[in-house]
């Protein structure tokens, strides 16, 4: 084993509480003589923090410091200031900060030690002291004034009233208001219902030489008078919105959704074309950033629960997936859409319900390419005869294949008749797939659906030989006329019928959208395998 999977292992694996993980990396050190790698501790340091296991991440955060494993930033010191205030409480924290270096003592380091002290004082039931006292104490730090520590306290504070608290104290300062501060504002207005001083405050911000106007500053006054059900003033602020991310600026324009986000009102309205998170899924789609849409989606949906209409943020994606023909993709969306948590079991019925949806999207999902039988031949289609009866199955299936190109279906069904009950399909080692296959694909390409699939139960009932093969040939032309759901369940028939595969939801999921992929798909056939297969191990 590496010696990186076992350091891992060591430290994330152990389920009991409280590990004391410095004996565990000073060991790892001491056995594979070499300095332990950066990125991997930090890549561990960030699981034991998103799996909130503070105290054994303290340990991880003192001994890379101490062991001079790399130089801290202001992130870093900021990191480490949070897990002392959660693993030893304020007083510990407040020391760690008297003795920040002078280099660390920033704008980050000022907004975490106000959040924390705040964030403690607010969970204390019956004792509450002012945020602006916490600001005081924080200048006795040494800490240099800026806009950051008043919008953590107006942030966390949230009321009408004491944001204007905030906002009074950070004049007197003689602190200038940056982008967040007048949202922040606006946004205190708009929660008050107050849409004159909501408008008034955007007035004194738009004036502000020093201030360059953001969309998400637009898209917050656009979220408050929808509410009001000002729809035309809404549609006016967001279209000032969308023209600044029209302007390239789009890089630019994501670092304000996380501030947007912060604001706390991003999750009251509906999905709709004037809301602001269809506006930020819409631009990701211009942008032709399909991840980040997604990954924005997969965040709102964690943060804001039910409130955020998750499902129709995904079909918007979903849809757009479709039109470039990115089949497994859109699957992703919608399953995202649904279930709100990715899995690797495929639900019997989330298929089902995504082919259901196919089909309503068939309009701009049409055949692009060669269809899924004709580059991908069933293997079993080069069935071995016996030398006696090759000759004769050969004429029948001369026959039948003239007469469904004829069209006349009802006199070729009678050859197939004619042959099933003749002495050469009994003598072959196996039943000749061809002659079957073509009588259903002439029934499949007249759109005569029921009596293929007649054909088929018939067979299935008499337990043919390779009768599997043809409900899969079913379900790939059911798939090309649009028929999904038909298509799906056809599928599923072929692998009950097939040893080892029956109840394997994942593989019959897999391919049948392969066979979508390849008929309606924009990708080539020798690199569409290896994607679909990634892509599925997803899931």
């Known amino acids: 084993m590496k010696p990186r999977r076992s350091l891992w292992a060591q430290i994330i694996r152990p389920a009991r509480p409280k590990i004391y993980v410095k004996s565990n990396l000073n060991n790892w050190v001491k056995d594979v003589k070499k300095k332990a790698p950066a990125g991997d501790l930090q890549r561990i340091l960030l699981k034991l923090r998103n799996d909130r296991r503070f105290f054994e991440a303290l340990q991880v955060c003192e001994w890379m410091r101490k062991k001079g494993i790399y130089k801290f930033s202001s992130s870093d010191y900021v990191v480490h200031f949070s897990l002392i205030f959660k693993v030893r409480g304020s007083c510990a924290a407040e020391r760690y900060a008297k003795n920040l270096p002078k280099q660390a003592r920033n704008d980050k380091t000022y907004g975490e030690v106000i959040g924390c002290y705040v964030h403690e004082h607010s969970q204390r039931a019956g004792i509450w002291l002012s945020p602006l006292l916490h600001l005081q104490r924080m200048k006795e730090l040494g800490f240099a004034l800026s806009p950051r520590p008043f919008n ?3 942030r966390i504070q949230g009321k009408p009233k004491e944001v204007l608290e905030g906002w009074a104290e950070m004049k007197k300062s003689g602190v200038s208001p940056d982008n967040d501060s007048y949202r922040i504002r606006i946004s205190s207005f708009g929660l008050n219902y107050d849409v004159d001083g909501m408008e008034r405050m955007l007035r004194e911000m738009e004036s502000q030489p020093h201030i360059v106007m953001d969309w998400c500053t637009y898209a917050v006054v656009a979220e408050f008078y929808d509410r009001e059900f000002l729809v035309d003033k809404a549609a006016n602020a967001l279209e000032k919105a969308r023209t600044l991310l029209k ?76 039109r470039v023909g990115d089949v497994f993709q859109a699957f992703k969306c919608f399953w995202w859409g649904v279930t709100r948590h990715a899995s690797q079991q495929v639900h019997p019925i989330l298929p089902t319900l995504f082919f259901k949806y196919l089909e ?13 039988l004709q580059v991908n031949p069933i293997p079993c289609l080069a069935v071995q005869h016996d030398n006696s009866t090759q000759p004769l199955n050969m004429d029948y299936e001369n026959i039948i294949k003239t007469l469904v190109e004829l069209g006349e279906l009802n006199e070729a069904r009678k050859m197939v008749t004619e042959w099933e009950a003749s002495d050469n399909r009994r003598s072959s080692s196996c039943d000749n797939l061809n002659i079957p296959k073509l009588i259903i694909e002439g029934y499949c390409k007249k759109c005569f659906f029921l009596k293929a699939e007649e054909m088929a ?11 599997a093969e043809i409900w899969f040939v079913l379900a790939s032309h059911y798939q090309l006329h649009g028929k999904m759901v038909r298509g799906l369940e056809c599928m599923r028939r072929c692998f009950n019928l097939t040893p080892g595969l029956k109840g394997n939801y994942n593989m019959m999921c897999w391919t049948f959208m392969n066979g979508i992929q390849y008929s309606r798909g924009t990708m080539m056939m020798m690199n569409g395998i290896q994607y679909s297969r990634d892509m599925i191990s997803e899931y």
């Open 360 to 372: 309503e999207c068939g309009a701009f999902f049409p055949l692009r390419c060669t269809p899924f």
């Open 457 to 467: 139960e018939a067979w299935t009932r008499e337990k043919r030989g390779q009768v």
């Open 247 to 322: 302007l390239g600026e789009f890089d630019e324009a994501m670092k304000f959704v996380k501030k947007w986000e912060g604001i706390s009102n991003y999750c009251m309205d509906p999905v709709d074309p004037i809301s602001i998170p269809y506006t930020i899924i819409e631009e990701c789609i211009k942008s032709g950033k399909f991840r980040e849409a997604f990954n924005k989606i997969q965040a709102w949906s964690r943060i804001g629960g039910e409130k955020v209409d998750v499902d129709k943020l995904s079909r918007l994606l979903c849809k757009e997936y479709l």
């Open 152 to 154: 953590e306290i107006m």
